[in-house]
C-alpha cells in the first residue's frame, strides 16, 4: 500500500471513514468510496459496488471502464463471493471457473461481501490488468473499510 502511515491505520481507511462520516447514504458514500480506492491503490481498471436486487447482483456506483449490469447469484467471482458470503482474492481471473469477463483486460479481482441485518447486500469489486495484484494486506485493509460501511452506512 502506498499510503501508510506511522499510527498503522493505512490512510486510505481514514479517509473512508471520513467519506462515511461526511455522507453515509449508500449512493454518496459508495460513490466516493469507489473514486478514492480507484486514486489510492495503483494498477487497477475497475472499482466499485454491486448490489443485491431481486436474487442477483446489479452495478452500482464505481470507476472504470463500463461493468456487466447484472450479475447472476452464484457465478463469476462477485457472484461466488455473495453466494458463499466470503472475500475472494482470485490471482488469474482466467482460471477461475465461470469468470464473467466484463473487461476482458482485468487479470485478477477481488470481491468483499457488504452485509446489511446479516445479510449481503452488496459487494465491493475490484479488478487488475495485473495477475495477483492483491495481497493478503489489500484484502485486510478492504475488508476493515467494508466492516466500517456495514457500520455507518444508510440504506435508505
Known amino acids: 500500500m502506498k499510503n501508510e502511515t506511522t ?3 493505512p490512510v486510505m481507511i481514514r479517509q473512508a471513514e471520513e467519506i462515511l462520516e461526511e455522507e453515509p447514504w449508500y449512493v454518496s458514500a ?10 489510492s491503490m495503483a494498477d487497477l481498471n475497475w472499482a466499485g459496488f454491486y448490489l443485491v436486487r431481486e436474487g442477483r447482483l446489479v452495478v452500482g456506483p464505481f470507476q472504470g471502464k463500463p461493468a456487466c449490469i447484472h450479475i447472476p447469484a ?3 467471482v462477485c457472484g461466488t463471493a455473495a453466494a458463499q458470503d466470503r ?3 482470485v490471482p488469474d481471473v482466467h482460471a477461475f471457473p465461470g469468470h464473467i469477463a466484463c473487461d476482458s483486460a482485468s487479470a485478477s479481482e477481488i470481491v468483499i461481501p457488504i452485509h446489511r441485518g446479516g445479510r449481503v447486500a452488496a459487494v465491493l469489486d475490484m479488478d487488475s490488468p495485473v495477475r495477483a495484484r492483491f495481497s493478503e494486506e489489500d484484502a485486510a485493509v ?3 473499510i467494508v ?3 456495514e457500520q455507518k452506512i444508510l440504506w435508505d
Not at 459508495?30 to 486514486?39: E, G, H, N, P, Y
Open 7 to 9: 499510527e498503522k491505520e
Open 30 to 39: 459508495m460513490s466516493s468510496l469507489s473514486a478514492l480506492l480507484m486514486a
Open 74 to 76: 452464484g457465478k463469476g
Open 87 to 89: 472475500i475472494q482474492v
Open 142 to 144: 478492504l475488508a476493515e
Open 147 to 149: 466492516r466500517r460501511m
